[in-house]
């Protein structure tokens, strides 16, 4: 089962957004391990902005989005929320949800590649108007 991502839409800068993912029951209930929202900006790598790290409940945050971004779960309903404020025009890309396989490392869930995550979905489209 792929994730399914909603939310995306074109806002003004410094507006806001909130996208949801429904993930399957394993990623949404895997335990030791992360599950995050990426971006993707045309032409770069995709990287994580906000992730919860499953065994302690913990949310961490990309450095440009903390403060701004944040990221909840409702394990219920396997689905993953960002909560986007504030948004500036390098917010803007294809945002992604997913999970990973197991990790002792938190700072795993938002540092490095998207290596160890998956499986991925289409996406939705944020866009970012000045």
């Known amino acids: 089962v792929v994730p399914v991502e909603s939310g995306g839409g074109s806002v003004q800068a410094g507006g806001s957004l909130s996208l949801s993912c429904v993930v399957s029951e394993y990623t949404a209930r895997s335990p030791n391990s992360c599950v995050a929202w990426f971006r993707q900006a045309p032409g770069k790598e995709r990287e994580a902005v906000a992730a919860?790290?499953?065994?302690?409940?913990?949310?961490l945050y990309a450095t440009s989005v903390k403060g701004r971004f944040t990221m909840s779960q409702d394990t219920a309903k396997n689905t993953l929320y960002l909560q986007m404020n504030s948004l500036k025009f390098e917010d803007g890309g294809m945002y992604y949800c997913s999970g990973s396989r197991p990790t002792p490392d938190p700072e795993r869930c938002i540092r490095g590649d998207d290596s160890g995550f998956g499986p991925w979905g289409q996406g939705t489209q944020v866009t970012v108007v000045s």
């Open positions: 919860i790290y499953t065994p302690t409940g913990n949310t």
